[in-house]
T-cell receptor
Framework: EAAVTQSPRSKVAVTGGKVTLSCHQT?????MYWYRQDTGHGLRLIHY???????EKGDIPDGYKASRPSQENFSLILELASLSQTAVYFC????????????FGKGTRLTVV | GEQVEQLPSILRVQEGSSASINCTYE??????FPWYKQEPGENPKLIID?????ERKQTQGLIVLLDKKAKRFSLHITDTQPGDSAMYFC????????????FGAGTRLAVCP
């Protein structure tokens, strides 16, 4: 099965601090994504990347940056964490083929205090 | 963009009965419709999907129906079991969109013995 690994699995950050969430996939997938899930809600797309060294804005990019230094790795960066960014963050990957399954990591629970 | 509405948000059924979840979407160019199951503390996992060239798909107690004219698709779980209790999310994908998913808000299904 496709493997998407996120680290850390949980984190507590202080308001105004910098947070980096990491994602590593061993699927040889070209596409990677960061989604945010708020309690009891669906997932919303923050940033995505279709090739290494390039990132694109998703539906809710404000307050977040992304970095894709290699095909396998995709990071989400919160330069100035805020209380409203408390959520569960999921990384995902998919093959570059048209309309293919998207595989999700196990998520990072971020609490900003 | 795309908007996906999912109903109901909460669904309680008796063990052995059927459960139905409905989703509507706005963009007629959407061509892939996956359903994800998410258990507490876990990542969303694909359970069934349907492409726009199909109207019905069935696998292991799950049925998905797609009505492109009405821009509506639905998940039907037959003979529900306690293990089916979870959050269920519908999603859509647009052709040529780097496989980005737009999710519904989710349905919390509780199967009561």
């Amino acid at each position: 099965e496709a493997a998407v690994t996120q680290s850390p699995r949980s984190k507590v950050a202080v308001t105004g601090g910098k947070v980096t969430l990491s994602c590593h996939q061993t699927n040889n997938h070209d596409y990677m994504y960061w989604y945010r899930q708020d309690t009891g809600h669906g997932l919303r797309l923050i940033h995505y990347s279709y090739v290494a060294d390039s990132t694109e804005k998703g539906d809710i990019p404000d307050g977040y940056k992304a970095s894709r230094p290699s095909q396998e790795n995709f990071s989400l960066i919160l330069e100035l964490a805020s209380l409203s960014q408390t959520a569960v963050y999921f990384c995902a990957s998919s093959d570059a083929g048209e309309v293919t399954e998207v595989f999700f990591g196990k998520g990072t629970r971020l609490t900003v205090v | 963009g795309e908007q996906v509405e999912q109903l109901p948000s909460i669904l309680r059924v008796q063990e052995g009965s059927s459960a139905s979840i409905n989703c509507t979407y706005e963009n007629s160019a959407s061509n892939y419709f996956p359903w994800y199951k998410q258990e507490p503390g876990e990542n969303p996992k694909l359970i069934i999907d349907i492409r726009s060239n199909m109207e019905r798909k069935q696998t292991q107690g799950l049925i998905v129906l797609l009505d492109k004219k009405a821009k509506r698709f639905s998940l039907h779980i037959t003979d529900t079991q306690p293990g089916d209790s979870a959050m269920y999310f519908c999603a859509t994908m647009l052709s040529g969109s780097f496989n980005k998913l737009t999710f519904g808000a989710g349905t919390r299904l509780a199967v009561c013995p």
